[in-house]
């Protein structure tokens, strides 16, 4: 019965043009980031802009939400649907979390690996939006969900080396701190990334 509902009803296509939008969203938010700590300039600023795309993140997590219970047909399963929205806000709000940290600790100067890993996140980010901007056709996801894998492997790699300079090289135990909650709050974020490039690869084998 299911079966036949499918094929008589027509599939809700909406949910691929949100999620390319929440997946830009959230590349301008890495990209704003990312600026953010190359030029450690006019700081309050650029987090509060930082701020506001997270405020749109959540507004398209709950357009999500809402278009999931009033759908009776979507393109693939609700629980995937699900999953890969709260991911993708999970990311965004570990970038908005790392731009506040940087005000409330009063950070002054932005300490080696920071923007390392913001780099590498802001790649990884890259490779989710193309992904989902080919989830309607199913096609070519897995090879963005593989350098996603690879690229957190390479931020791993980076917040090792820099917690062990940061123990290394800094003699105030508040600065060790902060900065270690800080770089691995990024990391944390290119972790979700991965999260993020399970559920698809999930999607593309439900749907092969």
Not at 26 to 52: C, R, T
Not at 115 to 127: I, N, R
Not at 138 to 145: A, K, M, V
Request: charged fraction near 30%; charge should be negative; proline fraction near 2%.
């Amino acid at each position: 019965m299911a079966n036949l509902l499918s094929r008589l009803l027509p599939r809700e296509r909406s949910f691929f043009v949100l999620f390319t939008e929440v997946t830009a969203n959230i590349q301008e938010a890495a990209l704003a980031l990312a600026a953010l700590l190359a030029d450690y300039k006019d700081v309050p600023s650029k987090v509060d802009h930082i701020k506001d795309l997270e405020h749109r993140g959540d507004q398209f997590t709950h357009d999500l939400a809402t278009k999931l219970n009033q759908t009776f047909i979507t393109p693939f399963d609700r629980e995937d649907i699900h999953q890969l929205s709260s991911k993708l806000d999970d990311i965004l709000d570990l970038m908005d979390s790392v731009a506040a940290r940087l005000v409330i600790y009063r950070i002054q100067t932005i300490r080696p690996g920071a923007k390392e890993l913001a780099d590498v996140l802001v790649q990884s980010v890259g490779q989710i939006h193309s992904a989902v901007s080919h989830l309607e056709k199913n096609d070519r996801i897995l090879e963005h969900c593989i350098e996603i894998n690879r690229l957190e492997n390479e931020s791993d790699r980076i917040v090792r080396a820099s917690i062990a300079r940061l123990f290394e090289e800094e003699k105030n135990p508040v600065e060790i701190i902060k900065w270690k909650e800080i770089l691995e709050v990024l990391e944390i974020a290119s972790d979700k990334c991965e999260d993020v490039a399970d559920v698809l690869e999930t999607v593309v084998m439900k749907n092969a």
